[in-house]
């Protein structure tokens, strides 16, 4: 069983960056896919990005892409997504999510997090 804690939300302005941090527990961590996913006001949630267990193959969203770089050290049990030139449209709550099979949809997850607040101003 593994539990998910994100951090590393904010508020910052348009074309800035920010790094959010998947802190978890469980023996078990590193042979889970790992997945990032967000739900802005009145939206669905959404695919953001995902890696695999052993980190060497990452998958991210196209309205992402080129910006947000998702990796993990399973030696500390920390996944992480680097978001680079934000824009107001990823202002969501944004969730850290395990998987044991590599999955781009919510459904293919097994634990989450309780999401952080990221807000990107205009």
């Known amino acids: 069983q593994v539990q998910l804690v994100e951090s590393g939300g904010g508020l910052v302005q348009a074309g800035g960056s920010l790094r959010l941090s998947c802190a978890a527990s469980?023996?078990?961590?590193?042979?889970?896919?790992m997945g990032w996913f967000r739900q802005a006001p009145g939206k669905e949630r959404e695919f953001v990005a995902v890696?695999?267990?052993?980190?060497?193959?990452?998958y991210s969203a196209d309205s992402v892409k080129g910006r947000f770089t998702i990796s993990r050290n399973n030696a500390k049990n920390t996944v992480y997504l680097q978001m680079n030139s934000l824009k107001p449209e990823d202002t969501a709550v944004y969730y850290c999510?395990?998987?044991?099979?590599?999955?781009?949809?919510?459904?293919?997850?097994?634990?989450w997090g309780q999401g952080t607040q990221v807000t990107v101003s205009s």
């Open positions: 999510a395990a998987a044991q099979k590599w999955a781009t949809n919510d459904m293919g997850y097994d634990y």
């Open positions: 469980g023996r078990t961590f590193s042979t889970y896919a």
């Open positions: 890696i695999s267990w052993t980190g060497g193959h990452t």
